[in-house]
């Protein structure tokens, strides 16, 4: 019996932090076993909203530090295949021949689309991100992805990849199995500004390979309860990041009742409350460091796996592709005419 593909992956935009955390990565941990596992280094996304050549050359640096955060967060390297999305050209032919699957209009009722051109600073879609999902669909497909494990900003995406995989089935053939969403346990983690969700361009995230004394000074800095302003003054709860950290992070649930309780009464500081979320920041933490400086102590690994992974899964797409043209009869239109271009040279041929 063959195991169930996983496909999953980021945009190699920099180092991954708690939010990629709580929003993808404690899923692909925790199922990367239970299936072949593909990790895409999705360089080709990221073009969608930076597509400078500054950019552009740091895609193999941040490519080595995302892979290395992701082993360094407790994926087996044994049990994964990572790839560089731009390595493997024929995922831009399946995307091509996915995109007429799809309307204008299906497109841009994907609410994170408008949210992703708005933080990158655009003030007009590009044309390449609205056809991002189609993209994504072109990822899942090409390795026959049969589950993805997605934050909540991706599962309008990959809804759009299951309507493109059920259309093409109707049209063609039977191809591509639908691949089933995996939400995360906790949708979203909100920077430590309090603000919005956390991101590396807002400036409010902290990223799984902050040292200690980083850690520190970002949670000491964190947005709390504005109209607290002094540890006797009742605070609220709800919505407060450093609680929102807590509920997550903390292992110690009877602490983080206590302290909840304690805050509301105005009973407790916002300084003891951050200093309680950095212990357990730090015993969250300290493992993935250990195994990270482990990682890089092998000089090369890291390299080695993204070419080994990329070669392997180029072969896979390769397939998948050709079973595609096939099922559309596109291989079959090009012989057609092959054929009878052929047989009108042998005719010139003779009769000189």
């Known amino acids: 019996m063959s195991v169930a593909r996983m496909l999953t992956g980021d945009r190699p935009t920099g180092r991954l932090h708690l939010g990629h955390y709580v929003g993808s990565i404690a899923n692909r941990v925790r199922l990367h076993r239970r ?50 999305q731009s390595a493997i050209p024929e995922v831009g032919d399946l995307n091509t021949l996915l995109q007429n699957l799809v309307t204008v209009p299906r497109l841009e009722r994907v609410p994170s689309l408008k949210d992703m051109a708005r933080d990158a600073g655009k003030e007009e879609m590009p044309y390449g991100l609205l056809g991002y999902p189609v993209l994504q669909a072109a990822d899942i497909l090409c390795v026959k992805g049969e589950v993805v494990p997605v934050g909540r900003d991706n599962a309008a995406h990959v809804e759009v990849t299951r309507e493109i995989a059920r259309r093409f089935n109707h049209l063609y053939g039977p191809v591509f199995p639908v691949p089933e969403l995996i939400p995360a346990d906790t949708p979203s983690l909100v ?30 800095g964190m947005y709390t309860d504005p109209n607290r302003v002094r540890a006797d003054v009742p605070g609220t709860v709800e919505g407060n990041p450093v609680f929102a950290y807590h509920e997550v992070f903390n292992p110690d649930r009877d602490e983080v009742t206590d302290l909840a309780r304690r805050y509301r009464a105005g009973r407790v500081g916002d300084v003891e409350v951050k200093e309680r979320l950095i212990v357990a920041l730090e015993g969250f933490l300290a493992p993935i460091r250990q195994r990270r400086a482990e990682i890089e102590a092998d000089r090369g690994l890291v390299d080695r796996l993204i ?25 079959g239109a090009y012989q057609q005419v092959r054929r009878r271009a052929e047989r009108s040279r042998r005719r010139t041929d003779a009769s000189t």
Do not use: C, W
Not at 36 to 55: G, V, W
């Open 307 to 331: 070419v080994e992974g990329t070669e392997r899964t180029r072969q896979e797409v390769r397939q998948t592709v050709l079973e595609v043209r096939r099922a559309m009869g596109l291989t």
């Open 35 to 84: 299936y072949e596992s593909f990790f895409i280094i999705a360089d080709l996304h990221m073009l969608t909203t930076r597509n400078r050549r500054e950019d552009i050359d740091q895609v193999a640096g941040n490519a080595r530090e995302m892979v290395t955060d992701i082993l360094a967060a407790g994926v087996d390297p044994d049990r994964a295949t990572f790839y560089l």
């Open 191 to 220: 920077g430590t500004d309090g603000a919005a969700k956390m991101s590396k361009s807002r400036g409010n995230s902290i990223a799984l390979s902050d040292d200690a004394a980083t850690v520190r000074r970002k949670v000491l």
